[in-house]
């Protein structure tokens, strides 16, 4: 049987159809796990998230279509926000954690694994094209879900133009990603 | 920049704007490559994390709370606040359930339901019984009831035993608008001699459900069934029988 695209899936949970959400939860189950435990550092408040953003979906807050773009895309930018809205809450500084490596699995579906490391190695290259200070924007916009009063202070910008200067970031990023793209991933 | 609504991006997607905003941003982006494209390559950052086994049995946890969920909301009575049966869950999830017959795989979110509804109704019972403890040996039967002729809704009976207390749980749904003074009643039944046992009224959706405890246990019943009562508070049934089963 030929795999239900995730817009499919997504228009059965929006009728209610468990299976669906199930199968939708099966497929981002772990890439939102990890990308929440890289924002939050804590299992327990990862596995928060997660439920908070099936609750979402399943109850309908916040709707998905094509025009929104691709729907992993539209996924991860909801658990992003939740888990901001986690981070904010909580007003905890975070610390890094050694055992997230420890944590790394090595009994994946193969498949699952090389899809993901093709993605994470060329999302790597893009951000290694960035400057220093950009990739310290994108991650304290992005990962750590810090304020603009924040990243102006902990990047010395006045804060009138840390907007643009995360944009700016993001639209390069956009830039070499598609380079690569177009290139092919592992000719840098 | 090219675009005023091109700032709105960033906190587009930081999540921050209004939902007048979002809406204006969403419009705007279907015409914006730019925006669109910026939006899906921040949509490859969470590649960036190093894979984290999730705990085994987070996704039975988490699937379990989120249908729980929408079975409350569809339960609720339209004129409560949302958020109310957030705050109930916890007192409710300690029902012990350890000998278990069959289907409790099904009543385990119908209980919620149901008690939670019976909580809105008088309190109660729910009180009655989240007071029971964890030690309590618990077994629960479930009954279908049949339809009589002319009847087209359907209800399910469970009869959960702790303590020398029987609590009577049933939901119906597909049932027909009652006037007023209608009510649908239930009864246990022993060699022809009913007792009442709950009664419902539908809500729009023609769903109802009714939660009763008695001291008795289901051993002493053979019959238990659903009249249609012209009113409230009947001892004895006046109404007929559209929904019955033998215990």
Redesign the interface.
Known sequence: MEKSTDTSLYLRVSEQDKDALEQLYDRYEKILFSFLYKMLEDRGLAEEALQEVFIKIWRGKGVYDESKGKFSSWLFRMAQNTAIDLIRKRKKPTVPIEEASQMVSNDEPVEEQVVWQEKKTQIEMAVQHLSAEQQKMIDLFYFKGHTHETIADMCDIPLGTVKSRIRLALKKLKTSLHGMQERGAYDD | ?TNID??Y???Y???TLTEEENQQF?HH??TCT?C????????????????????TD??A???S???D??VE?NNHLKDQPIDQPKALKPAMSPIPIHKKRRKENVWKPLLAAVLLMSLLGNGYAFYQLSDQTAETETAIQSIELQPNATFTGTATAAMIEEEGLLNLVVQADRLAELETSQVYQVWLIKDGKPIPAGAFSPNPNGEGASYYQLETTSDEWDTIAITLEPKTGNELPEGEIVLSSEI
């Open positions: 920049m091109c700032d991006l960033v906190d997607l930081n999540g969403e982006l279907k730019e669109q494209e910026i939006i899906e390559a921040t949509g490859q950052l969470p590649y960036l994390a190093d894979p984290v086994e999730p705990p987070m996704k946890r988490i699937l709370n989120v249908f969920e929408k909301q």
